[in-house]
Each structure stands twice: as structure tokens, then as C-alpha cells.
């Protein structure tokens, strides 16, 4: 059980360049979800999803693209890098926490934009 | 629009005394979750103690409590017998609805530092 999984750890991108940061869980969760941390920051929801061919925006969705073809990846997509998206970004998953279930948190991506 | 604020940026306490973490939040909901997180310098982020705004009783986890005031929309975390692995970020966090996934809203942040 690896629980969520994200990869790249660490990337550098020159601006307007484009990549892809993947997000996978093996705990067969509805839900997904991905966040930004700005230094001195919390996190900001960029992205969501409800389930597999679902997704919606969160808070700060400007610059990044989503898909859920499967229930356990996640991939974000950035399309033209920026620096203002230098950050460090976590994918999340989950059941319905009505049941008592717990947010399981990947551990970060580090993003550097030059 | 949730709103989450924490108006400590940094805190700092004597190993083994009590400090407490304060958090008010903005919100119209009457069904929700708020959380506390840690976040030690390796960015991880440790799920500290929850409580669901239905429950009139506080929730407690080990050293950890927390004063969840539903009227004044507060919520602060109570660390007992500080250690020094306590050291950390700590952000409060807002999940609005019960039968919901995993949509938080998180404030800013305070740096506890526990000192010997």
C-alpha cells in the first residue's frame, strides 16, 4: 500500500515551458484533489475531482489543467510556465469523510520556474 | 466563500508548558470539518485533530485539544506537555458539508517553536 504517490519531487522548468506532475493512490479513493504552497503560505485548492471523469476548480485554477481518466491518477498540468507557479504542490485523496475516513496527503512536488 | 485565519504568524514555548494555537474562520455553512495539520521542515502534512461542527463536545487526540466555539466560529488547538518535536508549522484547516471529499480551506499558518 504506497499510498498517494507523486512524481516528479523535484523540477526545474524555464518559463513557458510545460510539464506534468502526476499523482497516484492505490487506496481506490473518490476523491482528489490538488493544492499550492506558496512560502510562508498554506495551501490554495487548484483542482478537484469527485471521481473518475469529473473534475472541477478550486480556489486558484488559472494556468493548470486537470483530467481523472482513472480512479487512481490525477495528473496536473501546467501549459505555459510562469514563475509566479514556483510553489511546492500536494495531491490529496480521500473517501467521504462522513464515515470517519482521513485525508491522505502525497508528499509535495517541488516546482522551481526560471 | 470560506475564509480561515490564524493571527499568530509565530509562537514559541518552553518544553513541557501548554501553548495554544488560535483559528477563526468565515463561513454561512452549518455542516462542516475543521482540522488541524502539522507541517514539520519536511513539508509533510500530519493530520493533528478534526471535529465535525455537529459535535457540542470538544475533540482530543493525546497532548492535543482542541476549544471549538461554533457561535464565534474559533477553533484552538491546545498542545499540553509541549515537545520538542512539536516544532513546526501548523496550519487550521475548513472543509464545508459532511458527505464530502477532500476541498479545504486553509489559513496561513503558525510556526510554533518549542524550546529546551
Known amino acids: 500500500n504506497a499510498g498517494v504517490t507523486q512524481t516528479p519531487k523535484f523540477q526545474v522548468l524555464k518559463t513557458g515551458q510545460s510539464m506534468t506532475l502526476q499523482c497516484a493512490q492505490d487506496m481506490n479513493h473518490e476523491y482528489m484533489s490538488w493544492y499550492r504552497q506558496d512560502p510562508g503560505m498554506g495551501l490554495r485548492l487548484i483542482h478537484y475531482?469527485?471521481?473518475?471523469?469529473?473534475?472541477d476548480q478550486g480556489e486558484v485554477p488559472n494556468g493548470y489543467n486537470v483530467s481523472r481518466s482513472t480512479t487512481e491518477d490525477f495528473p496536473l498540468r501546467l501549459l505555459s510556465a510562469a514563475p509566479s507557479q514556483t510553489s511546492v504542490y500536494f495531491c490529496?485523496?480521500?473517501?467521504?469523510?462522513?464515515?470517519?475516513?482521513?485525508?491522505?496527503f502525497g508528499e509535495g512536488s517541488w516546482l522551481t520556474v526560471v | 466563500a470560506q475564509t480561515v485565519t490564524q493571527s499568530q504568524p509565530e509562537m514559541s514555548v518552553q518544553e513541557a508548558e501548554t501553548v495554544t494555537l488560535s483559528c477563526t474562520y468565515d463561513?454561512?455553512?452549518?455542516?462542516?470539518?475543521l482540522f488541524w495539520y502539522k507541517q514539520p521542515p519536511s513539508r509533510q502534512m500530519i493530520l493533528v485533530i478534526r471535529q465535525e461542527a455537529y459535535k457540542q463536545q470538544n475533540a482530543t487526540e493525546n497532548r492535543f485539544s482542541v476549544n471549538f466555539q461554533k457561535a464565534a466560529k474559533s477553533f484552538s488547538l491546545k498542545i499540553s506537555d509541549s515537545q520538542l518535536g512539536d516544532t513546526a508549522m501548523y496550519f487550521c484547516a475548513f472543509m464545508k458539508g459532511y458527505n464530502a471529499g477532500n476541498m479545504l480551506t486553509f489559513g496561513g499558518g503558525t510556526r510554533l517553536m518549542v524550546k529546551p
Open positions: 475531482s469527485v471521481g473518475a471523469g469529473i473534475t
Open positions: 490529496a485523496s480521500s473517501y467521504l469523510l462522513g464515515a470517519g475516513n482521513t485525508i491522505y
Open positions: 463561513t454561512s455553512e452549518n455542516n462542516y470539518y
